[in-house]
Each structure stands twice: as structure tokens, then as C-alpha cells.
């Protein structure tokens, strides 16, 4: 088996000044072993100085394509994969980017276990405005809470490198879950006892969003797909595999009853989907733009994540979404 890894890098949203700093990144942290590193990178269709741009940082042994139908980082990665050389993949997200110790030490652990195992990285979220330091308190705490009520390691959006052969066998990253693909992946490889190694090294970087409102979209597409997968799979497992949350239940439990019978609601009145939207539109303005103490901006960005999860939740639950 090839020690080699390939970095599979979806380009989602980037602009091609922020998509060339990355990759040239990414290349330069290879650049102490570059036989050994691919970058397969997935992109939205680039204009022509776009694309002469980019494939000018790349290497002969590097990929890039470009991807008609966009829908999330799940189908691009997936692509990814169906084109990598080596049998060692690094999934990471496009936000990411690598400091220059991060590959030699991927690889070096990589290559005393035998390229057999799930690894899991460690990130270090950016700072550089009052939102991020919320934001970085609160992937923190949420990674922690995780760590201390989960028999398992949840694979990272952010960065995960899984052996070819696992990821055939047990994958691909189910397109439909979203942002819920990866933590969903996770479960799937714990029922069947293939164990996640979490690295002991941080040289990663995860560049966050600065606006309220794309954490919000983050937090739609992961209940919107952890919603779909209840849905679709029944399976009772998933409580106890991503925690029980007592507004889930109390919302699962009016959903069966509606399912059943007992309850009919073609028509939901206006406020239960008005109220919520404009809840939370007041709780964005307060986090963004009205100057408090932290800790009480923090308790409304906290509040503000939980409307937005239980009225996506519920959206899907009731036949307001397209999924059957």
C-alpha cells in the first residue's frame, strides 16, 4: 500500500484570491515530501483567469475539475474520492488551511499505523473579530460536551483522513445529510467497530465566518439533514448515538401522533412559522450590532443556535420540506 495521502479540498463558495492562498498553503506544507501528496480539488466552474490561476499553483500529480451540480461539500468530496491516487484521503473543508508542520505529522502517523486507520484532526478556529471569539466558545464547549456523552470521536467536517478501502466499504457521505454527513459517517464506522484515532497534533486552522447568519445556515443544513436521516432510516439508534435533546422529543413525539392520526394539521398556523423567523432576526440584530458584555452575547448567540435548530427541525418534521 502507498504511504502517499490525498487531500481532497471542496471549492463550495470561495473567491479565487482566497481558493489560491489556501491551495498554495496546502502545496507549501507538502513541499517537505511533494511525491507523497495529491490535492484533488473539486470547484465550482471557474472563470478562464480563474482556472490559469489556480492550475498554476498545482502539481503534475494534482486534480482539479470542475463540478456541474453543487449541492454541498458531501457530493464534491465524493467525487474527490472516485479520483484520488493514493490510499490514504484527507477530507478537509475549504475554510481550512494547514500550517506548515501539519502534513509531515499527518504522514508520520499515518505511516506507523500502515495508512490502516480513521484519523481524526484537531483544528484551532480564527479570532480576528468579536463574532469569531463567540463562535469559538461555542465549537469548543460543543466539541467537548460531545467527548464527554459519546462513546465515539465525531469525524471532523473540518479535517478526517480515512483509509480508501474504509470509505468504499462504509461510504460514500450521503449528499442529502448536508453538513449532518460526516457525524452520521461517524455512527456508521462505530456499529461497525472501526475505531477513529484522534490526533495529538493541532497545525490546522479553520477560517470562521464573521455574520450570524451563515452559522445559522451551517446549523440548518446539519438539523436539516440529521431530520432527512430520521426520516428516511427510523432508526432508533440515532438518539442515543448524538445525544437526546428534550425539544427534539417533545417535536418527535407530536410528529408521530400527527403521523398516526391523532392528530390532523394540514394547514399550520401562521405564527408557528412566523413567530420563530422573527425571534430570530431580533436575536441577530442584538448579537451583531448592539454592544453588550460577552457573556451576555454569548447566551443570545447560544439561544439564537437553539431557535434556529428547533425550527428547522420542526420545518421538516411537518411537511415543509420537500422530503417524503
Avoid at 281 to 300: G, S, T
Wanted: proline share 4%; with cysteine; glycine share 4%.
Amino acid at each position: 500500500m502507498s504511504q502517499g495521502i490525498s487531500v481532497l479540498y471542496p471549492n463550495y463558495d470561495l473567491k479565487t484570491g482566497q481558493l489560491v492562498k489556501n491551495l498554495a498553503r496546502w502545496v507549501d506544507s507538502a513541499s517537505f515530501d511533494p511525491s507523497n501528496f495529491q490535492l484533488v480539488v473539486g470547484t465550482r466552474k471557474l472563470q478562464p483567469s480563474e482556472s490559469k490561476e489556480v492550475r498554476s499553483l498545482l502539481r503534475e500529480q494534482d486534480i482539479i475539475f470542475e463540478v456541474d451540480e453543487m449541492d454541498n461539500d458531501n457530493a464534491i468530496w465524493n467525487q474527490c474520492a472516485e479520483r484520488c491516487k493514493y490510499e490514504s484521503m484527507l477530507f478537509v473543508e475549504g475554510h481550512v488551511y494547514p500550517d506548515e508542520t501539519f502534513l509531515r505529522n499527518l504522514y508520520e502517523t499515518n505511516r506507523r499505523n500502515g495508512g490502516e486507520r480513521v484519523i481524526n484532526t484537531n483544528t484551532r478556529n480564527t479570532k480576528n473579530s468579536y463574532f469569531e471569539k463567540l463562535m469559538d466558545r461555542w465549537f469548543h464547549e460543543t466539541i467537548q460536551k460531545r467527548q464527554s456523552s459519546h462513546d465515539f470521536i465525531f469525524l471532523s467536517r473540518w479535517a478526517f483522513l480515512i483509509p480508501k478501502k474504509v470509505f468504499q466499504k462504509y461510504g460514500p457521505l450521503i449528499q442529502e445529510y448536508e453538513q449532518f454527513g460526516p457525524p452520521f459517517l461517524s455512527a456508521v464506522l462505530f456499529k461497525n467497530q472501526v475505531d477513529i484515532t484522534s490526533a495529538d497534533f493541532m497545525d490546522l486552522t479553520h477560517e470562521m465566518e464573521s455574520v450570524i447568519g451563515h452559522h445559522h445556515a451551517a446549523t440548518r443544513s446539519y438539523i436539516k439533514g440529521f431530520a432527512i436521516a430520521e426520516k428516511r432510516i427510523h432508526a432508533e439508534g440515532l438518539s442515543e448515538l448524538f445525544g437526546r435533546n428534550p425539544d427534539f422529543e417533545k417535536i418527535q413525539s407530536r410528529w408521530r401522533k400527527n403521523r398516526a392520526g391523532e392528530v390532523v394539521a394540514k394547514n399550520v398556523p401562521w405564527e408557528v412559522i412566523a413567530l420563530p423567523k422573527l425571534e430570530i432576526k431580533i436575536l441577530e440584530l442584538l448579537v451583531m450590532h448592539v454592544p453588550l458584555p460577552f457573556e451576555i452575547k454569548y447566551r443570545l448567540f447560544q439561544y439564537a443556535h437553539q431557535c434556529v435548530a428547533m425550527n428547522e427541525y420542526r420545518n421538516h418534521l411537518f411537511n415543509r420540506s420537500n422530503e417524503k
